[in-house]
């Protein structure tokens, strides 16, 4: 089976991080660019982009030639998946493979009232052999649209080998750790803030974002703000923290909570979307959406109870390991294979059918 990986990357992730990671860990075959794309006339391409970008917001005219590619890849030989890693930026013009040895995979990442927000069309789902969501709250969704056979809920994965537990030495008293930007509550995180330096002062919040949020926490004396940093200074961010702090407006999977998980941090965040996909009480503590005074008695508890803490970090690092990219690759595999295996059933119960 050849896999083609049609790959946007996020360019906020790192090297060690981000769902992309995926083609470290499954043989794949780049897509050449196809004749149909060299035939395009610029005009047709800009046309074909245009219909595109009025339904799906992140579309870009490097997706169109992606799109073009796949659809003119016809397999003589073999069986060949072309796997969308990024659904959200890439799958519009999409064409339904007529030919038996070529399945479309398209990968979703976002919870549903986003997904809606930016593609205001369902239409390409009719051409997609399999989807693959990284959250269990994205099934009731797709399922609208889909047969529940082709909707296969694998994990995002993390690189356990690179986020690890580090040197006990490392260990900073009393700080907490916040990483990213996307879906963050970032009102719920100032009030939390605000809350700490009141009640536990001793307390440090290092928060780890993009530079645009740095004005939310002005007057915030218990905060240190950093931006851009290097992929070594993250890992030992998460080696520094006594635990991450990652509230949430929506979620599926969450690559900072992954992160802290395999870096063996208890986890104190919000009880939404596909978060309990994850985690949940035996290595984090799972507050209502928005509860600042929760979210902030929770950090105290645990910062207040080594042992206890310690308790549900080693259970992190422990479940993290259901999530190593080696056992996702695996599960992905497993969905080619029982999309081509479903066909091939198919047909014997329809021998009629080509």
């Known amino acids: 089976m050849k896999i083609h990986f049609v790959n946007v990357r996020t360019m906020h992730h790192s090297a060690h991080s981000g769902y992309d990671r995926l083609m470290d860990y499954v043989s794949q075959a780049p897509l050449s660019t196809s004749r149909v794309w060299k035939k395009m006339s610029d005009r047709e391409r800009k046309r074909a982009y245009h219909q595109a970008k009025e339904q799906i917001s992140w579309y870009n005219l490097s997706d169109l030639e992606m799109e073009t590619n796949v659809n003119a890849l016809d397999p003589r030989v073999g069986k060949h998946v072309c796997h969308f890693l990024y659904g959200e930026n890439s799958v519009y013009h999409i064409k339904k493979s007529d030919n038996p040895r070529k399945k479309i995979f398209v990968s979703f990442h976002q919870p549903p009232e986003v997904h809606q927000q930016f593609i205001r069309t369902r239409e390409p789902l009719q051409s997609i052999d399999g989807v693959i969501v990284v959250g269990t709250n994205q099934i009731p969704f797709f399922e609208q649209y889909m047969d529940r056979s082709n909707i296969h809920f694998i994990p995002h994965g993390v690189d356990t080998d690179f986020f690890k537990p ?40 290092d928060i780890v974002t993009l530079e645009r949020n740095k004005l939310l926490f002005e007057g915030c004396g218990n905060v240190v703000f950093s931006s851009g940093i290097s992929e070594d200074l993250l890992l030992r961010k998460y080696w520094e923290a006594s635990l991450l702090f990652v509230p949430m ?65 080693a259970r992190s690092r422990e479940k993290s390991l259901q999530f190593s990219w080696p056992k996702v690759a695996d599960m992905l595999r497993a969905a080619y294979q029982k999309s081509f295996e479903a066909q091939r059933d198919s047909g014997r119960r329809n021998p009629n059918c080509a």
């Open 166 to 205: 580090g040197p006990t030495t490392a260990k900073i008293t009393n700080k907490v750790l916040f990483v990213g930007n996307w879906l963050r509550d970032f009102e719920t995180l100032v009030a939390v803030a605000e809350i700490l330096a009141a009640k536990a002062p001793e307390v440090v919040l």
């Open 249 to 313: 407006k929506d979620c599926t999977a969450n690559n900072s909570v992954l992160e802290g998980m395999a870096c063996g941090l208890p986890i104190v965040t919000t009880d939404i979307g596909g978060m309990r996909d994850y985690l949940d009480e035996s290595c984090a503590v799972l507050c209502n959406r928005g509860d600042a005074a929760g979210m902030a008695e929770a950090i105290i508890a645990l910062l207040s109870d080594r042992k206890r803490s310690a308790e549900l970090g």
